[in-house]
């Protein structure tokens, strides 16, 4: 299927960023290589500046709407948070590119576009730390653990995927998100979520 304009632009500058860094690049150099005009480019993107963030909104809202499906698609802590975890850790497989150059050069981000950026990410991070702590409240997950300090552990833990993970490695992704879920559900979880856990074969045995 042909591709549109958009879409051309948008593969395009995710090359050249990658090769050249965002400063690297121009938006003659971005229509030059699409196979486009700069009317072509502007019709679509106002800057080069909103293309950036176009790239990081790509795999948030992917991220975030996987997340809200598996928090209703389940009913209980432990099912949500392996579900979001799934989907959590395969944005990095599914989008290598796009997240690699927007967390190499978001500095870049205008301030607007950092507000609405920041403002996804929250909705992320609230709707992971309520998993967090009705799983506490359930006695599934461990109360002694401070349910933002878990969170932000996990977050910090599977964004930094983006740096090492080669499609092309010894493991899959399905085999490194195996992985990771047993050591986040083993971290955290009581005697009675250890239960579950492995019920649902959610852990490496």
């Not at 349910?147 to 092309?168: E, H, L, P, R, S």
Request: no cysteine; glycine share 4%; net charge negative.
């Amino acid at each position: 299927m042909k591709k549109s304009v958009k879409e051309r632009i948008l593969e395009t500058s995710l090359h050249l960023f990658q090769e050249h860094g965002y400063h690297g690049v121009t938006v003659d150099k971005i229509v030059l290589e699409a196979g486009t005009s700069k009317g072509g480019f502007y019709h679509n993107y106002k800057s080069k500046d909103e293309l950036l963030y176009e790239i990081h909104d790509v795999f948030i809202s992917y991220v975030i709407e996987k997340a809200e499906l598996s928090y209703t698609e389940n009913k209980t802590p432990i099912s949500r948070l392996s579900a979001i975890l799934n989907s959590f850790i395969k944005v990095f497989d599914m989008y290598k590119p796009y997240i690699t150059v927007f967390y190499e050069e978001s500095a870049y981000l205008n301030h607007e576009f950092k507000k609405v950026i920041n403002e996804k990410r929250d909705r992320y991070r609230k709707l992971l730390e309520k998993v967090i702590v009705e799983g506490q409240e359930s006695g599934d997950f461990r109360n002694e653990l401070p349910a933002n300090i878990v969170t932000m552990a996990i977050i910090g833990m599977i964004n930094w995927t983006y740096k090492w993970f080669k499609q092309d490695g010894p493991m899959t992704m399905e085999e490194i998100t195996a992985i990771f879920k047993d050591l986040i559900l083993r971290s955290i979880v009581t005697e009675q979520g250890l239960v579950e856990a492995k019920q649902l074969n959610q852990l490496i045995e």
